[in-house]
């Protein structure tokens, strides 16, 4: 793999840049495979809703984790040593883990040290798809704060969502909105995410085809970019909010000049965050106003390229989002609860609403969040999307079945592994299942989907959008 030498002249003089070594990174072919566990889905396993348990929640048979080795600066990320078909491993289709770069999860650094994640927060996650990021900020903050998950680009933001309804959370709505929508709702968040667009150099090693398509201009287009959706971002922040901003791009111009141009333009202060030797980051500052970054490469650090700067905001001006005056959504009727009730967790403290025909839960203490959300910008989807009513029954929806607020009670029937890629490819499955009617089906306790049982077939309700169509013989993914 030749990195291009224009590349290897730009990044001279980059704090912890070493020619030979990077070259030689990236010559080696060497892959490192790393996935982050859902501890939401683990806990309910579990029985428990604690998030501090030190186990790999995965059962073992799926991913060998037995060998797996923690990612140091990430609470529920790990190395595994070998990269598995993860396609063909029901356990990633029922959300209990995300296949993510490790250096990405260094995230969960940034916002220990930057927020008081105990409080109940509004966060923004703006270049959200396919949704690294987003499920790992879902599985940090607490149950009384809010994700707004947001993608520009309509393809990708269908992504997002599955992404976000397998992991399972119900204080999540997915946007797909340009940036600039955001500057309807000045001074709303306490953080934003904007894990930029970039010039992509920082995952050269990894995905070598990327590499035809680096140039110098794309790197002075990425920073244009880069600016536009910070200032439009920016308004949205309150007054002492966080902002982190991150690439995949080792180029000075879309980390340290971008750092410096922030602090031109807003009145924000860097936040420096504390790193462990051993973990090979390096610390930067930018050259004008010394803006503390950190930087990964892959011959210091067990990772991808990345960069990461945070930053707090100091004054917003007395903006707020104008209030909703008529929401599309309704709150579901006396009737609709009494049907709902029995399929949800008992205790959860969820406000149903109703939009056109579909049913939705979401966090009741976020009502205002989400009426002012869904008032201002184009929201794809908010909450848990429970079904549909038909006469006295709900037709559920899979992402119900995802969901971590379905109740424990609801019959379920455990599929082996050939069964379950079976139902995942949407084929006929044959279980011998007592109950008639709706069945959650589960692989090694997780849930994967529905499926109706009747008197003579079963009805098989994996999306057909998700459905796998790839052969075992395909080779990996
Ligand atoms: N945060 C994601 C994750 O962890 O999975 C990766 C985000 S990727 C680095 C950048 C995202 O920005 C892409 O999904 C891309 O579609 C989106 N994007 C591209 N142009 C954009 C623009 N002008 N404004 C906002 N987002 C943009």
Redesign the pocket.
């Known amino acids: 793999m030749q990195v291009p030498q224009q590349l290897l002249d730009s990044l001279t003089g980059v704090a912890g840049f070493h020619k030979e070594a990077f070259i030689q990174v990236h010559e080696s072919g060497e892959q490192v495979t790393s996935i982050r566990v859902n501890p939401g889905k683990w806990s309910m396993v579990n029985g428990e809703w604690s998030k501090n348990i030190g186990l790999p929640p995965v059962p073992q048979q799926s991913l060998n984790l037995a060998s797996a080795t923690k990612i140091p600066w990430s609470s529920s990320g790990y190395y595994l040593p070998e990269r598995p078909a993860f396609i063909f491993d029901p356990l990633i289709h029922a959300g209990a883990y995300y296949v993510?770069e490790a250096s990405?999860m260094f995230l969960e650094q940034a916002m220990l040290q930057t927020t008081d994640l105990q409080q109940p927060l509004r966060v923004l996650?703006?270049?959200?798809?396919?949704?690294?990021?987003?499920t790992?900020l879902q599985s940090l903050i607490s149950a009384g704060s809010l994700l707004v998950s947001?993608?520009?680009?309509k393809s990708?933001a269908a992504i997002?969502e599955e992404n976000c309804i397998k992991w399972g959370g119900a204080n999540v709505i997915v946007t797909n909105a340009?940036?600039s929508a955001f500057e309807r709702l000045p001074n709303f968040f306490d953080v934003i995410?904007i894990?930029?667009?970039?010039s992509?150099s920082g995952l050269f090693r990894r995905e070598p085809e990327a590499i035809g398509e680096w140039s110098e201009q794309n790197v002075a287009l990425c920073y244009q970019?880069q600016q536009?959706?910070l200032a439009?971002a920016l308004p949205a922040l309150k007054e002492g909010g966080v902002l982190i901003y991150s690439?995949?791009s080792y180029s000075k111009e879309e980390d340290e000049d971008i750092a410096d141009w922030l602090m031109d333009t807003f009145t924000v202060d860097s936040l420096p965050l504390q790193t462990n030797a051993s973990w090979g980051i390096v610390e930067t500052r930018s050259d004008k106003h010394q803006a503390c970054g950190y930087r990964f490469f892959p011959y210091n650090t067990k990772g991808e390229g990345f960069f990461i700067s945070c930053f707090r905001k100091q004054e917003s001006g007395s903006h707020s989002a104008k209030p909703p005056k008529k929401s599309l959504l309704q709150k579901a009727s006396r009737n609709e609860l009494a049907i709902i009730q029995p399929w949800l967790q008992p205790g959860s403290p969820m406000q149903l609403w109703k939009q056109k025909e579909e049913l939705l839960a979401f966090p009741q203490q976020l009502e205002k969040d989400l009426l002012t959300v869904v008032e201002h910008i184009y929201v794809r989807r908010a909450g848990i999307a429970l079904g549909k009513i038909a006469g006295n029954d709900l037709l559920p929806d899979h992402a119900l079945a995802l969901s971590t607020i379905i109740s424990p009670s609801i019959v379920a029937v455990t599929l082996k592994k050939d069964q379950a890629i079976q139902y995942l490819r949407r084929e006929e499955i044959s279980v011998s299942a007592l109950h008639k009617g709706w069945t959650l089906v589960q692989y090694e306790h997780y849930n994967v989907g529905w499926i109706k049982v009747l008197a003579n077939r079963i009805n098989n309700y994996y999306p057909q959008e998700w459905r796998i169509l790839k052969r075992a013989d395909a080779g990996d993914v």
């Not at 996650?125 to 987003?134: E, I, N, Q, R």
């Not at 947001?150 to 680009?153: P, Q, S």
Request: proline share 9%; charged share 25%.
């Open positions: 993510q990405s996650d703006l270049c959200a798809a396919p949704g690294g990021k987003s790992l947001n993608e520009v680009i990708r997002l340009d940036p995410v894990d930029a667009p970039c992509g970019r536009r959706i439009s690439t995949c």
